[in-house]
């Protein structure tokens, strides 16, 4: 029970952080994907700050739930996230709540309830030797390089996506750096410095917080949202079963129900990312309303991407 309330936490605060660091990128030159000018600019966006800090308790309160239960329990319940994402963006906005709000949400949580409540069955503190290790983070490298090449080709949209899914890759290998951390801190904090884990938490970490960065740069946060959020659960999943000996219950009838409860959990994250309350997430949408511009267009900016106008929103 408390792996789930902290894991819950930690959805509510990336949630926060997504919103937040959005707003303070969005407005980017064009020309700093992939490059430090980016990061460079939202050192001097404080709203960035603030997302930032909601990212850090996210990670406390994941390590926390990480430490309590297994991958395959803690990360399918941060998809949560995009529930309160949109709560927070219907109280931020003012937009009604839809029908895509009502069937993405349903699907979501009825997908990863019926996930949970069928396939887990304990287990998930195995530490990993150091061959599965480098065997795991060699498929990982491998999967983050070939979603950045696909970066080089297709619409905004498309290459947002695919950032999306590099930073997907890295925030679930940084997870499983976290949940192995915590098998060995019970070891003692001496014993923690020996290993390479505390490390691969930063470096994971912070790759994935550079590719978030260049996905919401990208193009509009319905693609890079819907990959990270969806992609990151089923990364996580495999790594717990193949790494720390994760107990889903087997037999063909049981795998069919899990992937079709993950299908339905999948289907709710991508009708959520397409509702007007994320698309319409700009901080150029929120002076617009603000403001009640006549013959506005609210989501216009997100739809494609960042626009001159949003430079100059308020941090």
């Keep these: 029970m408390a792996a789930i309330v902290l894991a819950l936490a930690a959805a509510l605060c ?22 430090l000018k980016l990061i460079r600019y939202v050192l001097g966006r404080p709203i960035w700050f603030a997302g930032f800090a909601a990212m850090v308790a996210a990670f406390l309160f994941q390590a926390g739930a990480l430490g309590d239960g297994p991958l395959t329990i ?19 906005f003012g937009w009604t709540l839809g ?10 949580v009825a997908g990863l309830g019926t996930f949970l409540a069928v396939s887990n069955q304990g287990g998930g503190n195995s530490l990993p030797t150091k ?3 480098i065997l795991v983070v060699a498929a990982c490298v491998g999967g983050i390089f070939l979603s950045l090449l696909m970066t080089r080709f297709g619409s905004r949209p ?3 996506a695919w950032f999306g899914a590099a930073a997907a890759i890295s925030f679930s290998l940084s997870a499983a750096f976290i949940k192995s951390t915590t098998v060995i801190l019970q070891h003692g904090f001496v014993h923690l410095l020996l290993h390479f884990e505390p490390y691969g938490i930063a470096a994971a970490g912070l790759a994935g917080l550079f590719f978030v960065q260049n996905a919401f740069h990208a193009g509009p946060i319905t693609a890079s949202q819907a990959s990270i959020v969806i992609l990151d659960p089923i990364a996580s999943i495999v790594i717990g079963v193949t790494l720390f000996g994760d107990n889903l219950r087997g037999g063909v009838g049981i795998l069919s129900v899990d992937a079709l409860a993950l299908m339905v959990m999948s289907f709710g994250v991508f009708v959520l990312c397409h509702s007007p309350l ?14 009640g511009a006549p013959g506005s267009q609210p989501g216009r900016a997100a739809e494609e991407g960042p626009s001159p106008g949003a430079a100059g929103a308020p941090n």
């Design 14 to 35: 990336n949630a926060m952080a997504t919103i937040l660091q959005r707003m303070g990128v969005e407005s980017a030159p064009p020309d700093s994907e992939l490059k």
């Design 74 to 92: 803690v990360q399918p319940l941060l998809v949560t996230e995009l529930g309160f994402l949109v709560l927070i963006l219907r109280v931020w």
């Design 99 to 108: 029908w895509r709000e009502a069937v993405g949400t349903v699907s979501l």
């Design 131 to 133: 061959t599965e290790w």
């Design 158 to 160: 498309w290459r947002s």
């Design 278 to 291: 994320i698309v319409h997430s700009t901080a150029e949408d929120r002076l617009v309303r603000r403001a």
